[in-house]
């Protein structure tokens, strides 16, 4: 995976986690300015997601990004709102990280 893909990816799991907080806060308090902030970051990101697509292929852009941003909301959740995991779904991030890792592997061939 070229630098540049992997560039793209992390600005666009920076924008997809804004909206996740920006959805929390509407969760929190009804206030639909947060509503209309966290649908059109949503847009900006899935926009982001096309470009990566056309560089990075649709199966291996999607599953690293859905992985990368499991991984960081987690960390927001954990951090900012003191939301807990189980043992098992605590396991599952492993998992996703093990999952993330393989796919990213470097391989011999040119991909």
Do not use: D, K
């Not at 907080?21 to 509503?35: E, K």
């Not at 959740?77 to 998992?95: D, H, I, K, N, P």
């Amino acid at each position: 995976m070229r630098a540049t893909v992997l560039l793209w990816l992390a600005g666009s799991s920076v924008i997809f986690l804004a909206a996740a907080t920006a959805t929390r806060h509407y969760v929190g308090n009804n206030n639909i300015v947060w509503l209309l902030l966290s649908l059109s970051l949503y847009v900006v990101g899935n926009l982001v997601m096309v470009r990566i697509m056309r560089e990075g292929g649709l199966g291996l852009a999607v599953s690293i990004s859905a992985i990368a941003q499991l991984l960081l909301v987690n960390l927001v959740a954990f951090a900012l709102y003191g939301e807990r995991l189980t043992a098992m779904q605590m396991s599952g991030l492993v998992l996703g990280i093990a999952s993330m890792t393989l796919l990213m592997w470097p391989q011999g061939g040119s991909t």
